[in-house]
């Protein structure tokens, strides 16, 4: 990651950790990846009672 662009990034992060602490499937789920290539992946986090899809891109 470019050190300029952190910045931008940093107003992310208490959002980020409030889904964390808000879905267990976030912090002990499964990890199955559902399309990665050079641009962009996609992925589910998963436990007994929860699914969520993530993504993400450059």
């Known amino acids: 990651m470019p050190w300029h662009t952190t910045q931008a990034i940093l ?4 959002r980020l950790l409030s889904l ?3 879905h267990p ?5 499964g990890l199955r990846f ?8 996609a992925f ?4 007994s009672d929860e699914r969520l899809r ?4 450059r």
């Open 44 to 47: 589910w986090r998963e436990i």
């Open 34 to 41: 559902a399309h990665a290539d050079a641009g962009c992946v």
């Open 54 to 57: 993530g993504a993400g891109g």
């Open 25 to 29: 499937a976030l912090r002990g789920g």
């Open 20 to 22: 964390r602490r808000k």
């Open 11 to 14: 107003p992310w992060y208490p």
